[in-house]
């Protein structure tokens, strides 16, 4: 708390320091940084030596390298921060850290602190994908990245909750997605229709198709059939049993009101038939045959309708994958502002240290804390599940 008084004579001529203190009449906040300046820390080891002939040497410090000269555990953490939590790249890193605190590492180091911190949270990165196999829903999404020389692409694959987030670079693949975490999961997976997820390679388990996907996709067949009802038919009605289950929740009831419930499944039931009406299926084979837009929706909004559904039967259940759309946003945002990663093995640690950080936040532990702690070797971890 500072305190400021006038200073000065009053226009009467007399000294203000000798006035009468009437109190403090404004009171002004400000939040405000010191200015930093990196400093430089020499520890001296020293030895004794006991009487009975022992010698013995002071340990290290936590977190002091043993090389002669190093950057403080704190300038790491920045670093990692920086390049993972905000996609800086690395030369830019080096200049920031420079410009804020005065400490020039190399821009080596400074790329090398990436593979460290990976390595750090490795062990808490293995206990993220077991906990979300026990999750009751996961939500999953993918999202193509540039990696790598020339046009090469691969996807980035992303599995979550409101408390873990996983990540996993691979392809599109039915391959990569028996590498990916979907098999080994045994609740409910909330996706957007990708055909990997529903191979039978992966096995059996409980869908919810992402209903921001449906809308989307039945928007444009009101698009393409302008003068047709039953694309916002079926809208009206999805839109109506996600409110009517928010509604549910926010009081804290375990169903949806019956007779709401019933009422937008039944104008959802037939604005589906009255678009099979009239949406016809072009006989064929699949592979030959370009059905009419809007069909193949409508078959699946017909044969996978507890699918499209289950949301509005188990409150538990999201109706959409916005989590995963969330948090696989950050790699949209890093190629806009990096563009391409040269590394694979880079971005699959970028991505390793990524999906530490996210579940660190939705835990609600400090983001630099958490970096910090895992390079001096204390990485932050998940805590066990509270039984349902």
């Known amino acids: 708390m500072l305190d400021h008084f006038p200073a000065g004579a009053c226009g009467c001529g007399a000294d203000l320091a000798e006035a009468v203190h009437l109190g403090v009449t404004a009171a002004h906040q400000q939040v405000e940084v010191p200015l930093m300046t990196a400093q430089t820390f020499q520890h001296n080891l020293h030895t004794v030596e006991c009487r009975c002939g022992r010698v013995h040497t002071a340990p290290r410090p936590q977190g002091v390298s043993p090389a002669p000269v190093s950057l403080g555990v704190n ?10 939590a905000h996609a800086i790249p690395v030369h830019r890193c080096v200049e920031l850290i420079a ?19 990976a390595r750090a949270v490795a062990q808490t990165n293995l206990r993220i994908r077991t906990l979300l196999t026990l999750a009751y829903v996961v939500c999953c999404d993918e999202t193509p990245i540039r990696v790598g020389a020339g046009k090469a692409k691969r996807y980035l694959l992303v599995a979550c909750t409101d408390r873990y987030t996983w990540y996993m670079l691979g392809e599109r693949t039915l391959a990569s997605f028996k590498k990916f975490i979907v098999a080994d999961l045994t609740g409910v997976v909330v996706h957007d229709r990708d055909q990997n997820y529903d191979s039978p390679e992966l096995g059996e388990r409980d869908h919810q198709l992402c209903v ?13 059939y302008p003068t047709a009802a039953w694309p916002a038919q079926i809208q009206t009605a999805l839109r ?5 289950a928010n509604l549910a929740r926010e009081q804290g009831k375990q169903n949806m009101d019956a007779g709401t419930q019933a009422m937008w499944i039944t104008s959802f039931r037939h604005g589906v038939r009255i678009g099979l009406s009239e949406v016809r299926r072009i006989p064929g084979p699949a592979k030959t045959v370009t059905q009419p837009i809007g069909r193949v929706l409508l078959e699946v909004l017909r044969d996978r309708e507890a699918d499209v559904l289950r949301f509005a039967r188990d409150l538990r259940v999201p109706p959409t994958n916005n989590q995963a759309e969330r948090d696989v946003r950050p790699a949209k945002t890093q190629q806009k502002i990096s563009g391409r990663l040269r590394s694979e093995v880079t971005t699959e640690h970028r991505y390793a240290i990524r999906g530490y950080l996210s579940t660190a936040a939705k835990h609600g532990a400090d983001v630099m804390t958490a970096i910090r702690d895992a390079l001096v070797g204390r990485a932050w971890m998940p805590p066990d599940p509270i039984p349902a």
């Open 99 to 117: 410009s804020l605190t005065g400490a020039t590492p190399s821009a080596g180091f400074v790329h090398g602190m990436i593979a460290r911190a």
């Open 75 to 84: 300038l790491q953490a920045w670093c990692v921060y920086l390049m993972v």
């Open 240 to 244: 109506g049993l996600i409110h009517a």
């Open 212 to 224: 921001a996907h449906l809308l989307r996709d039945l928007e444009d067949c009101a698009e393409t």
